[in-house]
Nanobody, 122 residues
Framework: QVQLVESGGGSVQAGGSLRLSCAASGRTLSRYFMGWSRQAPGKEREFVGSISWSGATRYSADPVKGRFTISRDNDKNTVYLQMNSLKPEDTAVYYC???????????????WGQGTQVTVSS
């Protein structure tokens, strides 16, 4: 089992920044790509991006490329999502995920957290 707990969500004006954190615990985390997805009301879950254990392999979806950065601190078992230049369309519940394989689109992950709300006002 892997437990994931997100934090850092909140409300921000367009153009602002937020950093989400995901504290992970449980099974050997080096086996997993850690990532983020998001879901806005009335919309399907959207894959945001992921990062390998070493950090050498990263993926960011086109809507967030150049604005969002995923990083991880393996000593702290924590994954981060730095979100800059936020737009109202980034408003969603953001989920931390652990996947055993590399992903470039959303599929049901092996493990996921409870989610944290991000609201961007114009």
């Amino acid at each position: 089992q892997v437990q994931l707990v997100e934090s850092g969500g909140g409300s921000v004006q367009a153009g602002g920044s937020l950093r989400l954190s995901c504290a992970a615990s449980g099974r050997t985390l080096s086996r997993y790509f850690m990532g983020w997805s998001r879901q806005a009301p009335g919309k399907e879950r959207e894959f945001v991006g992921s990062i390998s254990w070493s950090g050498a392999t990263r993926y960011s979806a086109d809507p967030v490329k150049g604005r969002f950065t995923i990083s991880r601190d393996n000593d702290k078992n924590t994954v981060y999502l730095q979100m800059n230049s936020l737009k109202p369309e980034d408003t969603a519940v953001y989920y931390c995920e652990a996947n055993s394989g590399y992903r470039t689109r959303w599929v049901e992950p092996d493990y996921w957290g409870q989610g944290t709300q991000v609201t961007v006002s114009s």
